[in-house]
């Protein structure tokens, strides 16, 4: 998984924003969003992702997958993320 390299993201406690400079669109985040989004851009992988998603907010790791999956869906439907082997996804 890769974030577009057209993306200007600000996170905090808080949440987030991403601008798609590319699309001209902005995008607001919640803190679990903005935790996601600064793990992809470390090369985390879905399973760590999920992992920490428990970890930092005590959620089920059925939810939290569900949650995760959904996220990067809605992120690669907007065109703000891209697989770069689908095989692994």
């Known amino acids: 998984m890769q974030l ?3 993306l200007r993201t ?5 949440g987030g924003v991403i601008l798609d400079l590319r699309q001209g669109k902005m995008f607001r985040l919640n803190p679990s969003g903005a935790t996601i989004l600064r793990l992809l851009a470390a090369g985390t992988t879905e399973k760590q992702i999920i992992d920490e998603l428990c970890r930092l907010f005590s959620a089920e790791p059925e939810g939290a997958s569900a949650d995760v999956r959904e996220f990067l ?3 690669e439907g907007h065109q703000l993320l891209t697989y770069t082997d689908r095989n692994s996804s």
Do not use: A, E, R, Y
């Not at 600000?10 to 808080?14: E, G, I, P, S």
């Open 10 to 14: 600000l996170v905090n406690q808080d």
């Open 4 to 6: 577009s390299s057209n």
């Open 73 to 75: 869906k809605s992120l």
